[in-house]
């Protein structure tokens, strides 16, 4: 038995089969133009031809399907799955000036109080589509959503980790009361757990790609939710840190913790919790100075054994979320040594600095305290790094706190992890 995990990131897709021992058997990518991106038809293109690149006889061997998606991106369907509207994307805050509606409505702390939420652009389209698109309309669809309805054929599913900023309980698991007293409430899809099954395969597509006619297509999950299944974690305690353009947080706790001013929010993950929080700090920051030989070469030379005299707080420009919340936080980046060594020593401390305060910033919300961190993205190969980063954070939160990195960082392994054992790894009881 294989089971198959479908990525769509922002640039591309990605496509992951494992065997039932969890061994990567086969894989697949398809990349996406900047026009692509928020084209149904082109996701659909992708997912043909992700599964035609994938070996035959890997084919015959699946048995379960889920696919993630970048969170918040969604669109509007009609009745028989065709797309009415181009997808919105995550980071797509053309709906903005519906958050006032939802601020009105949402209790204190909703992730759906964003200019960004999936509820934000249902109401937006609500108030601004014609009225004759808008009678049409049947249902919402986060990405992931639509993807897998491809393959089964019935209306969209969603799962409580794409449903949270449309407005889902995830504590009740229901629509609330608010939620169902707005105008669009009818096109809310239905939610299921991720992993769960939804429906068997289509035949025409079965025969088509040669699969397996029993192969499940199952509820997904968000493209980082993926990315974190990847790493490993799945104890209390357990924290992902990702080192990509931004620096990005996730740990699992024992109950919700959530924090709309600082920008966290939890994930209902089986009996745990997965409370995250992200920083305008990270690799954006280097690449605006160092070239990835720079990075490699510089940071061997560093040498850490040495404090590092500098205070700097790496950001591109003016603003950060967490763990300080002020969209006037200035950069600090003086001042600059002659050497670009000491130089880059700076940057990366602090950004280890800050890694170390947002953990402490979800422990003062409520979050227990972090024991060992996975690291991913494409910071994780950095050894120096690593190591500043092991330092500050047993330096910050007064304990040993293990860093690794994560033995799998890619979201579509994960999600095929999703589909092979839903979250039962996440379960306590």
């Given at each position: ?81 065709q797309p009415l509207t181009p997808a919105l994307l995550y980071n797509d805050a053309t709906a903005r ?91 809310l899809p239905t939610v299921k757990t991720p992993g769960d099954i939804v429906a068997t395969i289509l ?224 379960q306590t009881r």
């Open positions: 038995m294989h089971a198959l995990g479908i990525d769509f990131g922002t640039s591309g897709a990605r496509a992951i089969a494992i065997d039932s021992g969890g061994q990567a058997v086969a894989q697949a990518r398809y990349h996406l133009s900047s026009s692509e991106v928020q084209q149904p038809a082109s996701w659909q293109q992708a997912l043909w031809q992700l599964l035609s690149d994938l070996p035959v006889a890997c084919r015959h061997q699946l048995r379960r399907i889920a696919v993630n998606g970048t969170s918040a991106t969604v669109l509007l369907c009609d009745c028989t799955t000036s519906a958050l006032p509606t939802v601020e009105a409505v949402a209790p204190p702390g909703s992730p759906t109080c964003s200019a960004t939420s999936s509820l934000v652009k249902a109401l937006w389209w609500y108030e601004n589509l014609d009225s004759e698109v808008r009678s049409q309309v049947s249902y919402l669809a986060h990405q992931a959503d639509w993807i897998a309805s491809l393959l089964h054929g019935k209306p969209a599913v969603s799962d409580y980790h794409n449903a949270l900023k449309v407005g889902y309980d995830v504590r009740s698991l229901s629509y609330p009361d608010w939620l169902l007293n707005l105008p669009v409430s009818g096109w035949p025409e597509l079965a025969q088509r790609f040669e699969i397996h006619s029993d192969c499940q297509i199952c509820a997904g999950t968000t493209d980082s939710i993926g990315a974190f299944m990847a790493s490993g974690a799945h104890r209390l305690g357990q924290a992902v840190t990702s080192l990509g353009s931004t620096l990005v947080l996730k740990l699992l706790n024992d109950t919700p913790v959530d924090n709309q001013n600082y920008g966290v929010y939890s994930h209902r993950f089986g009996d745990l919790w997965l409370v995250g929080g992200a920083s305008n700090t990270g690799g954006a920051v280097l690449q605006q100075f160092f070239s990835a030989e720079q990075l490699s070469e510089l940071s061997a030379q560093i040498d850490i054994s040495q404090p590092c005299p500098l205070n700097y707080y790496p950001l591109t420009s003016p603003g950060e979320r967490f763990p300080h919340n002020d969209p006037d936080y200035a950069p600090r980046l003086t001042p600059r040594p002659a050497e670009d060594t000491a130089f880059l020593y700076g940057l990366l401390d602090a950004i280890a600095r800050i890694e170390a305060e947002g953990y402490q910033k979800l422990h003062a919300l409520g979050a227990v305290s972090v024991q060992q961190v996975y690291t991913a993205g494409g910071g994780a190969q950095n050894q120096i790094w690593q190591q500043l980063r092991q330092r500050q954070l047993g330096s910050m939160l007064l304990g040993a706190v293990v860093v690794t990195t994560a033995a799998n960082t890619e979201a579509a392994y994960g999600t095929a992890q999703l589909a092979l054992k839903g979250l039962f790894p996440y």
